[in-house]
Structure formats: C-alpha cells, structure tokens
C-alpha cells in the first residue's frame, strides 16, 4: 500500500527518534571516536573509522579500534610525532582491501594536512560557494596531495565522478550535525547541516525506494542527491536526520 507523504513523515520521525539515541552508539562504528573529548582525536578517529565503514560491523569496529590502539589511544599526538619507523607496524594492517600501505598513506596525508591547519572542516569550506559534492572533490585533491600508490585512491571516493561517497557522507554528518541527542559530534560550526547529503548503501537505498523517496536504481552520486532532495521535502535544515530512519529500518528491521 502507498503511503502518503504525511505518512512518511511520521514514519520516519518515529524510526528517527528510536535510533538517534545514546543506546545506538556501541552497536556502531562512531563508537570509536565517541573514546576522546579532544576535537582533533575525534576528527581523526572520525576519518578513519568512516574510510574502513564497510562490509560486516562488527569487524568494522574492532578494525577501527585495533587501528586506534596502534596509535597508542591518542591518534592526533601519534600521527604528528610519527615517524616512518614508527608507522611500520601498520603495514599488517588490513580491513577487506584496505591494507597497510593504504592506512600508512592515510596517516601520512592526516600528518601533513594537521601540520598546516587545526581541523579538517577547513578542507571542505568550499561548500559555501560550490556545493558539496564540489568540496568533497577539493578536499579529495588535497588529501591525495601526499605522495601515494594509484590504488589508494579508490578509498577516497570521488563525487564529481559518480560515486555516492558514503562513507565522506557519513564522516560528514558525524563532524556537523548537533541536535544535542549524544550520537552525532556537532563539532564543525561552519557548515550548514542543510548542505549535508545523506551517505547512501544498499541497505538505506532499499528503504528509501520502497518508501518511494527514491527512483533511480544505481546507487550513486545522482541517487544521493535524489533521495536528500526527498529528505529535504520533510526537513529543510536537517535532511540526513532520517540516515538513521533509514539505516535502523534497513540493517536492523530488515524492512
């Protein structure tokens, strides 16, 4: 049966309210950086824990924590004091494809950006005049300014060729979003949560056709931008608010 776009509103509202809550956070990934207070440690954790955020959860998070205890539990003080000595032990680590030269890459583009600057949210501020999928794209080039292999590239994603970026979404979300519930950082005040896009998978991408808020079959960046522009119709200033909707309805409910 279809339901009205009333409806779908209340529905969301409803699903959004029962995940968006203190009680998700050990179940899921952004446990790891909910460990530090320091903005920096978080943003790092943050970066980090969303570039491995795929495949099984549950290896997710021990990936990411084994990643955080390599670097001695203080990730911004580990990666600016690091040397090549120092970053040798994370060539045996490994999540799915993203293996030890990858995460040494990583480490290295994170020294060299928080060298010249004190938080991330600074590469992205091109959103103000060119739209986010146009600065994820700069943030990209900046990061892949550090000396890398080709195939590093790949866990970086790129929307201005396509991809949906959800794993950049989601970091996204998790630095800007404030809504004072506990899940969501909030630490970036100089990006607006109506630009945010909402991170899309297979599972969000499911609800979102079977609720009718999305029609295009591919997940990708076109898919995103149809489904926020959905989103949107319900909350103007906060539409990926209902990637927890979504997110709890497909992986938990298996709606």
Known sequence: MKLSKKEIFEFLELKHDQYNQPSFIDSDPISIPHL?????DIEIACFLTATISWGNRKSIIINARKLIQMMDDDPHSFIMGAS???????RKFVHR???????IF???SLKNIFTKIESMEVLFMPVNNIGMNQAIGHFRKEFLSTPHLKRSEKHL???MTG??????NMFLRWMVRNDKRGVDFGLWKRISTADLFCPLDVHSGNVARKL??????????KAVEELTSSLRL???DDPVKYDFALFGLGVFERF
């Open 106 to 108: 990583f480490l290295q």
């Open 97 to 103: 494809t993203f293996n030890g030269e990858d995460c």
């Open 157 to 159: 994603s790129d929307p």
């Open 163 to 168: 991809s949906a970026a959800k794993r950049i």
């Open 36 to 40: 530090f207070k320091k903005k920096q």
């Open 212 to 221: 009718g808020l999305l029609n295009r079959k591919a997940n990708d960046w």
């Open 234 to 236: 319900f909350d103007p």
């Open 84 to 90: 090549e000595y120092d970053l040798l032990p994370f």
